[in-house]
């Protein structure tokens, strides 16, 4: 998953979310992390950096996420272009690839009604699969590709347009 984090300050950066059964990776502006779950009663993530590993709580409500790291906390807000987040509609209406990979599976094809959150595409990435979700309701406009196409970073997968009333 590819968001855009927003820093209290304004400072922005670009994150890059790969989630697996026992964490998964993050990237912030091109440098990786691994993140393992750890099994703690806190529900704290383990962070490695350098070799060294360290806790951190993350709590999130809508588009902002809480994180406490560090002796330190900060209030993220969080932008989603797969899903939409944020006040262009246009944004809501397209569905990119949050990174290179494989359609696995096309849950819906050209003309159909789909609701938001629903499962329009699964892809593997990674060696993990991603269900991409519908950001609003619409009808599937656009389906550029097929079961088995190998697509790169920010390819357009799906394309929404409103429903006819």
């Known amino acids: ?13 670009q994150v890059a979310i790969v989630r697996d059964t026992h964490g998964g990776r993050v990237e912030v502006d091109g440098v990786a992390v691994d993140v393992v779950k750890a099994d703690t009663p806190d529900g704290a993530l383990a962070l490695t950096l350098g070799g060294r590993t360290h806790a951190v709580w993350v709590a999130q409500h809508g588009e902002t996420a809480y994180v406490h790291a560090f002796g330190r906390a900060w209030t993220v807000t969080l932008r989603d272009p797969v899903r939409g987040v944020g006040t ?7 569905c990119l690839a949050p990174m290179p990979g494989t359609v696995v599976e096309l849950a819906v094809a ?11 595409i699964v892809i593997e990435s990674m060696k993990m ?5 519908a950001a609003r309701d619409g009808v599937v406009a656009e389906l550029p590709c097929a079961k088995g196409d190998i697509f ?4 357009l997968l799906v394309r929404l347009e409103a429903r006819e009333k």
């Not at 998953?1 to 950066?13: F, I, Q, V």
């Not at 050209?110 to 329009?120: K, L, N, R, Y």
């Open 152 to 155: 790169d970073r920010d390819a």
């Open 1 to 13: 998953m590819k968001l855009t984090a927003e820093l209290g300050a304004g400072a922005r950066h």
């Open 88 to 94: 262009d509609a246009d944004e809501s209406d397209i």
């Open 110 to 120: 050209v003309g159909d009604c789909v609701s938001a959150g629903q499962t329009m």
């Open 129 to 133: 699969q991603l269900n991409l979700e």
